[in-house]
């Protein structure tokens, strides 16, 4: 499936907006972050410019002359067991005709499969340094591979902001031809009531990047969180969510350069390193599909396979996934309608109780858990991913992203098959 196959339908419905987030329903850990809770919007039939919103946002950024914040990058799905968890600092100060338009500095730490390790990285407006103390290590690169120079982990926290340009600036900029990007409601962020603005990035120059959710508070006008969709050949797929928090604007900065102790092994980037490419997978319409067993939450275990002769509709999902939880309505309606098939929701990507979300839901299809493994034997590169198996063990129909017509589709594929 090619990246425009992959692209998130867009829901026509308003009142559908993302009040079924519901990020603050997932069971929290104590390392997961600090979800934002949603509530449904409260604007006119009308809805808000999404364009609007974003040229504000970038009007208030070409504004600043400092800012300074707290960030938590975590990325989900394949990108979870590839990328660390990073909390860190922000600071940063704009420089007018720089290449990133500002020098910063990032201090904090991050958490991957070896453990805790603490991170930095610094931009003087001539190099980018990333000091790496578990490694006892010093990177620098120019400012144009500052990406390459800040893959310890630094850059997750601040790519939105690095790549603000391409990402808000250039698309938005002219009123007359913006760039593709819809209102998806209101949301709250750390109690902070924010837009949510969906912005399409498959036509970009940016092979890796789909798609993202910005929310910009409308106190500020300012990002309080951004997911970034990412479809990755070489560290897999998946999102990467950042939210910000403790913001303050044009606050007195002093940026000092980061040293590089004479015991570390010092290495400069000069020109861009590619990273092997990961071997690809999927599932297409008219192949087998593959064969699994997961365990239901009872502890029992369902192979594909024994459901032969019935037509089987899959649900790649998660709790924290507020596209997934607007197909979970008619999921449930087929369940119901359709006795004969099988509604099966493989839960994947997960650090909450997806059991106790749909019993709290009232949901009473199929559930399936821990089906990372199975969504990459899939292809799934996005949630929620469905696919419909026919009796004969074949897939009929695949899709990615939430559609409100995706119901009856997949309705009239089953009745297709008869009983």
């Not at 990467?240 to 940026?255: A, Q, R």
């Not at 992203?401 to 997949?410: A, M, S, V």
Request: a negative charge; hydrophobic letters at 40%.
């Amino acid at each position: 499936m090619n990246r425009h196959t992959l692209r998130f339908v867009a829901s026509t419905v308003a009142a559908l907006t993302f009040t079924l987030l519901g990020h603050a329903a997932r069971a929290q850990s104590a390392d997961a972050p600090d979800w934002p809770t949603t509530t449904k919007s409260q604007t006119a039939p009308s809805k808000p410019d999404a364009s609007a919103i974003l040229r504000a946002a970038d009007a208030t950024m070409r504004g600043l002359t400092s800012l300074s914040f707290r960030a938590r990058a975590t990325p989900v799905g394949l990108l979870g067991a590839a990328l660390p968890t990073v909390e860190a600092t922000v600071r940063l100060q704009r420089r007018d005709n720089d290449p990133l338009g500002f020098a910063f500095e990032v201090r904090g730490r991050a958490l991957d499969a070896v453990g805790e390790r603490e991170i930095a990285s610094a931009y003087d407006g001539k190099v980018v340094r990333s000091v790496r103390a578990r490694d006892r290590r010093v990177v620098d690169a120019p400012p144009d591979l500052a990406a390459q120079a800040m893959d310890d982990g630094t850059g997750l926290v601040v790519e939105w902001l690095l790549r603000w340009p391409e990402f808000v600036h250039q698309p938005f900029a002219d009123p007359a031809s913006p760039g593709p990007a819809r209102y998806e409601g209101v949301g709250r962020v750390d109690g902070v009531e924010c837009d949510i603005i969906y912005v399409d990035y498959s036509d970009t120059s940016d092979p890796t990047l789909f798609d993202a959710w910005w929310y910009i508070a409308r106190a500020d006008s300012l990002p309080r969180r951004i997911d970034l969709h990412r479809v990755d050949p070489s560290r897999g797929d998946g999102f990467v969510m950042t939210t910000l928090s403790n913001l303050e604007l044009n606050p007195p900065i002093t940026l000092a350069a980061l040293a590089a102790p004479d015991t570390f092994e010092k290495r400069t980037i000069e020109q861009p390193e590619r990273r092997p490419a990961r071997a690809a997978g999927g599932a297409d319409a008219g192949a087998l599909a593959p064969d699994f067993v997961l365990k239901d939450p009872q502890g029992k275990e369902h192979r594909l396979s024994d459901y032969r002769g019935k037509v089987v509709v899959l649900d790649f999902w998660a709790t924290w996934c507020g596209p997934c939880q607007l197909a979970m309505p008619g999921l449930q309606k087929l369940h119901e309608k359709h006795p004969n098939a099988v509604v099966l929701g493989l839960n994947c990507w997960e650090d909450g109780d997806p059991s106790a979300f749909m019993k709290d839901k009232g949901y009473t299809y199929g559930l399936l858990l821990k089906a990372d493994e199975v969504a990459s034997k899939y292809g799934v590169s996005g949630i929620p991913a469905f696919f419909v198996i026919g009796k004969d063990g074949r897939i009929l129909h695949s899709a990615i992203g939430f559609d409100p017509e995706g119901e009856e589709k997949i309705g009239s594929i089953i009745e297709a098959q008869g009983k």
